[in-house]
């Protein structure tokens, strides 16, 4: 009789690791997407533009470029798949720019570890005067459009203005003048599109 009872409680928990081996994908899922919203939702701290005059409704392809850095190296926007990116364009003569430069250096600096890549497009006319603005040193990518072609891709007339793509090169958010980028929720909203 009790090697009936131990062959039932056998079964029943054969049952139960089955049925939670089948379910258990499905709660993962489940819970990744959860995170998934929750983390996007971060993303509306921007308060981002729900569309662009130009590009329209997002997401949407971002507008591939290139453009030197520093050390006259390219950066391709395309080359970076995989990665969440921030395409801010910015330049040194713009005072709400100016005023949104510490806090994109320190989102920068706490997303060095992480797939992220902030390019500073600034539009200046020339590497001397981005050198001086940064004669102390910078975290951020700076990249130089003195043609502001790349702005006009975007849409691009008034500074600052961001674009934030997702690791699929994507256009997910559209961010109008100046915001705090060091805030835990960006953090989060760009961990998000990395993912």
């Known amino acids: 009789m009790r090697w009936l009872a131990y062959l039932a409680a056998a079964g029943v928990a054969l049952l139960l690791a089955v049925m939670f081996a089948i ?13 998934h919203r929750s983390a996007e939702s971060a993303c509306e701290t921007l308060l981002p533009a729900p569309d662009s005059p130009v590009l329209g409704v997002f997401p949407r392809p971002a507008p591939d470029f290139t453009l030197k850095d520093w050390a006259g190296h390219d950066v ?7 990665t969440a990116v921030i395409v801010n364009f910015w330049a040194t003569w713009c005072p709400p720019c100016r005023e949104e430069i510490a806090s994109l ?6 997303m060095k570890s992480k797939p992220f890549r902030l390019l500073a497009v600034s539009v200046d006319d020339d590497w001397p005067t981005v050198r001086k603005f940064f004669a102390k040193g910078t975290p951020l990518e700076v990249l130089l459009d003195t043609a502001r072609a790349t702005p006009k891709l975007y849409g691009t007339e008034k500074f600052p203005e961001s674009f934030l793509v997702d690791k699929d090169g994507n256009i997910r958010y559209f961010v109008v003048s100046n915001r705090d980028w060091s805030t835990p929720e960006v953090q989060q909203c760009l961990e ?3 993912d």
């Open 76 to 82: 391709t926007l395309s080359s970076l798949r995989g």
């Open 105 to 110: 250096e320190k989102l920068a600096t706490n």
């Open 23 to 35: 379910a258990l994908p499905d709660a993962a899922a489940r819970a990744r997407e959860g995170w």
């Open 192 to 194: 998000s599109l990395a």
